[in-house]
């Protein structure tokens, strides 16, 4: 069943793709879901769609555009968003989730605005939205494994800060641990896997592929360093039982991807029936 | 540490703070040197939590400076040679999955610093500090998953681990059994003894706690009284009254709103709460 991965360059390359963001995604998803931001997910990838829109509608009248993925344009809307809401949930101390709704619903206005102004975009747009087993090409998969290994080298190098600034915020402050920065950094991150991951999962359910591992993973795991290894597993095995029947059934990733991980969260739920959290 | 003797662990002069416009430290000039331990009262709301903040730098008085080993708290920058236990410890997010043993490492992390990992002498330390507190038999279990007291042990293993030079205590044994109390008491007085660790710490239990520190500091938005303990002991009818007995008359004397104020007192400690 999935060896005819292996036989075609562009299945070979979603194949690895997959398996990277099966990876990232639950990795920095873990530090969201503790932190109480899993929404920030939701609200970046929307985001990301108003950037893409926004590369193709210049893609219209600007040759340079119409050759880029204009994923990179999502990218970089997306880390500008996630700054814009640091700010808000500055604004709105007593109320900082006030913040992922307001970035959120402007993101979807901006990029519908853009989709109208370009009269629809069609065939391009469901893959954007709801993913694609073909949309990796060579260049994208370099990008992708370039951007797999700074994070994680940036993760593992600053995994007892994120940790400690997750678990006791004032602690951590007063331990010398320097916040601001540190967030900045890890937002950054968030908004470039988002990126890089809906090539494959699709706007509409990257946010899935970083929470719902994790939300399995919480039932099981007993230490945080625990909580990763079951994340990154879960995530794993439901990205590669989503892509292979995404292949053979004909179907978007995206919806077959976070199918499997609902059926292993379930699972888990089962399994774990006993405990409450 | 006991470079600069004649440096108080910390000094605070003049410190006046205000939350919006209500004043809740007024003109709080204290010592604390090296090698004394030093019992923080006061009723609640007296502000001995905020005066703890500023001296961590977490607010910025209005007016009046602190320093730490003679350095403004705003360019101290040797955090790690200072232990806290929070009065709100039990703020953590309670479902959150760390075993003890990662969050008492947590105490280590800025001693350590950016860009390194624990080894095998910090892993030491973190299972020494995990018995000190006597909580060895849960080294690997969820924090989210023990009572009260003994998250409260956790946490004091947390602070005590990096060997702080000043260790500061807001409330720590809030739930924490009374045998387990008197022997907390007894380390923090070895620690203080035999190691010359700074203490500060917080608390309601007048009796016990005079025991064991050396100095006592009265706190109800002025500083009532500072001194040796066996000073405090000798007036501690006067100090009680004036501290806790006629709260209010003394509030008429350091404010013009009377009663009222002492309402607002209450109305504005629940929402702190949050
Ligand atoms: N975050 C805050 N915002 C506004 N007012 C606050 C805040 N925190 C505390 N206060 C007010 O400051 C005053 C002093 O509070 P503080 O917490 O320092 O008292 P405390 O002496 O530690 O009391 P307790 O014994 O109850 O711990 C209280 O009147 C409280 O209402
Ligand atoms: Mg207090």
Known sequence: MIDVFFQYDFLRYSLFTGLMIGFLAPFLGVFLVVRRLSLMADALSHITLTGIAFSMLLGRHVTFFSALNPVYMGMIFSVGGSLLIERLRFVYRFYKELAIPIILSAGIGLGVVFISLADGFNNDLFNYLFGSVVAINQTDFYVVVSLTAVVTGLIILFYKELFFLSFDEE????????????????MVMVALVIGISMQIVGILLVSALMTLPVACAMRLARGFKQLFFYAVLFGEISVVAGLVSAFHLDLAPGGTIVMANVLLLIGTIILTKKQSM | MNTHTNTPAVEIENLSFAYRNQNVLEDISLKVPHGSFLGLVGPNGSGKSTLIKCILGLLTPDKG??????????????????????????????????????????????????????????????????????????????????????????????????????????????????????????????????????LILVTHDIGAMSEYVTDVACLNKCLHFHGDKHVFEDNKEEMMTAMYGHEVNLLEHNHDHGHHHHHHDHDDAGRGQE
């Open chain 1, 171 to 186: 602690q951590a402050v007063i331990a010398g641990i320097p916040k601001m920065p540190l967030h900045f950094l890890f």
């Open chain 2, 65 to 198: 400076a602190v320093k730490l080993n003679g350095v403004p708290v705003k360019k101290f920058d040797k955090w790690s040679e200072i232990g806290f236990v929070s009065q709100k410890a039990n703020s953590f997010n309670s479902g959150f999955p760390a075993t003890v043993f990662e969050v008492v490492s947590m105490g280590l992390y800025g001693k350590v610093g950016l860009f390194r990992f624990l080894r095998k002498k910090h892993k030491e330390k973190v299972r020494e500090a995990i018995a000190q507190v006597g909580m060895e038999d849960y080294t690997q279990a969820n924090i989210g998953q023990l009572s009260g007291g003994q998250q409260q042990r956790v946490f004091i293993a947390r602070a005590l681990v990096s060997d702080p030079a000043i260790l500061i205590l807001d409330e720590p044994t809030v739930g924490v059994d009374a045998k387990s109390v008197s022997n907390f008491y007894t380390m923090l007085r070895e620690l203080n003894n035999e190691k010359g660790m700074t």
